[in-house]
């Protein structure tokens, strides 16, 4: 067996360990800077430069006659891929990060996490919950009158908001092919809804399928219905979009973008690195220069979205004013379906405190909840 043989250091030795070390800190230090994740590619990430570092790098000085070795300049609003420091915890499109970038090989390293406003996270086809979206403002659920609204895919995205901490709009698009009768019944359903605290509004996309658009110039403004009034909702803002598919969500995040952002897919303004690669989720900002305006994070996966990662507990804490009235149930253990004994919660509905449907949406989303469906 070797031995191994123990030396110790001087007290010379150890001052000059730490003095390297703490040299080291310092220019880690100096090099980190403020950062926003802008989209997820799974290993890699693409981060905005949204802060310098205190030590800029300088360009080393060209040799005569020697190749120009490669050099990527630091700049706010640029966008770098980077890696991530091993240890850190997930990191989601909309991150708050600090990070330092190597100039000389054009990527950067993302050295931790800010602490978020929200977070929303969805299953993975691993059944591994992943987190998607960080610092949503809102998610915005939209729904149409073709394919036609269904109030439990609507409360169902409600229960995830209230878990993610995310504030959610309700967006009825397609408002174009309300029928009168329509009309009512919808504005009756968004009047519920505003009753519970939500926020709602009615729109109508501009595209060729909208009957508005396209008619008279003075019908014009009636072709956008809603449109100012959904930009002036999410202004300044983080939005997701949600909702059943060909609702109309990329029509409205379309219309809401500026030109710059049109095109999902977009390709990182490091162009050496540049390529098409599917990302799990993007951020497309309102005003590229400025992230402090918003965006629109777009997430393929979130349309479809399951909720069987929660417990029925946390999904009555979503059904905001059902969750306090179920404390009074005669069984702990109460399903409050209709015939459930001593069940609150019907006695709130027989009394016209709360609506059935509700309390039918909330039976229904436990239920699922119970049994995972994988
Ligand atoms: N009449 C009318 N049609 C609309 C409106 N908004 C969108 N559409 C049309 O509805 C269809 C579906 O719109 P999309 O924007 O692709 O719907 P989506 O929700 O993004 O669908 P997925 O990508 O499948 O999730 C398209 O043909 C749109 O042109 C609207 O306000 N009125
Ligand atoms: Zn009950």
Redesign the pocket.
Known sequence: MALIRQRKLTKQQLRRIDKQQAQQQESIDGSLMDGVVMAHYGKQLEVQVTSLPTLIPERPEVVEGEPEPFWQAIELGDIWRCHVRTNLPMIATGDKVRWVADPNTGFGRIESVQPRTSLISRPDRYHKLKPVAANVDILAI?FAPLPAAAPNLIDRYLVVCHHADVKPLLVL?????LSIEDYAFTQALLDEYQNLGYETVL???P?????LHGAQSEDQPKAQLGLSDLQQKIKDKLVIFA??????????VNALLPDSEQSVNVISTNSKLGQHTTTTSRLLPFNRDDLTQGGIVDTPGI?EYGIWHLTPDDIIAGFIELSALAADCQFRDCKHTHNSKGCALWEAVAEGRVLQRRVESLVTLQAEADTPTY
């Open positions: 939209v698009n397609k408002a174009d092919l729109t109508a996309a595209c060729p399928e909208n009957i909702g059943q598919s060909g609702v109309g969500k990329s029509t409205l349309r």
